[in-house]
């Protein structure tokens, strides 16, 4: 099996999709944006999580800058996924008090008036681990009740997390798409909040709160770089994150940027419809098991979709050696660059790019992309160390050595 496997999107910038794309785009203008960041300012323990510029590897790769999104800084959660949760929550909770968000702050929906015209709810949602634990860390924070539901296979270590968090939280034997449907199960008969990064008919609005909330974090690289990125390669899961950074940077500069999305073998919803080359999507389905916890879902958010198909370029889907390859190259860093601690779903974009790089296998790959020695390259690090015991496993021991 090859490390990677690599498709052309057929439907790139068709100009059926761009038309039909422009609805999507603008729910993440600079002006939305803008409402999500400042929401995310009001909690006091805010901070920018830092964009690694790392020299000594661009110049050993070959390529004029290599910019890395740290997002094992965030919240002290270790990963990026708190942004959309706590933001759906917030707007929930704003929409209910019949509020704008932009008129709340995150302790005013923590007092006990809010509290108090609210009563009781429960949030539920299923997650690999990251998704689960900011959800569980906003309800706690703002006096709320969080149920979370994980797939088959998902780390102990992650679950722990969650219930430290102080919600209830279980391990199905299901996977991924199909604890999705059952947690929205749950949430229809028990009156339950469902915050799932993800969308079906009838649920729209607050998978779309998830993905501004992302945002958040896009804005922040778009204010700390000089010079918009000529690449940007992207991990996909359901896709939610991935078309957020593409909808806000496609609005946030006139150069052309190209744009990769990332998937394990086990779960690559997003190659296979881009194999497919249709209008529409196809889903995977089985287990799914892969170390690229954060990805393994099969069937894409529509509304995501909608945006990827249309400015994704090339979708790529890569072996576990891949991903471990790019934990250990980012957490051993040369010269003085600043070593990232990168967990299995934030390293395998990566991965993928150190692979083509180094391999002169995927050569027609490197010319596609046209990735050069001007080539200014942005990863999102998604993730730290969340399982700490693979992680060591990985950067210690050699698993999933190449």
Known sequence: MDKLVWVNNQQYLLQKNIEQSVPFLQHFTSEQVNRVTAFHHTYE????????NLQALASLLGVQNIMVKDESYRFDLNAFKVLGGVYAIGQYVANILGRNIEDLSFEQLKSPEVKKQLGDLTFISTTDGNHGRGVAWAARELGFKARIYMPAGSAEERLQNIKNEGAYAEMTTMNYDDTVRYTAKLAQDNGWVIIQDTMWEGYEEIPLWIMQGYTTLVKEVVDQLEKAPSHVFLQAGVGSFAGAVVAYLKQSYTQEITFILVEPYAANCFYESFKQGAPHYVT????????????????PNPMAWEILKTYTKIGICCHETVAATGMRVLGNAIGTDARIVAGESGAAPFGCFYELMTNEHYALLRDTLQINEHSRVLFFNTEGDTDVENYRNIMWHGGYAK
């Open 284 to 299: 995977v389905g089985g287990e799914m098991q892969t170390i690229m916890a954060g990805l393994a879902c099969g069937e």
């Open 45 to 52: 323990k805010f901070k920018n999580t830092p964009l690694r």
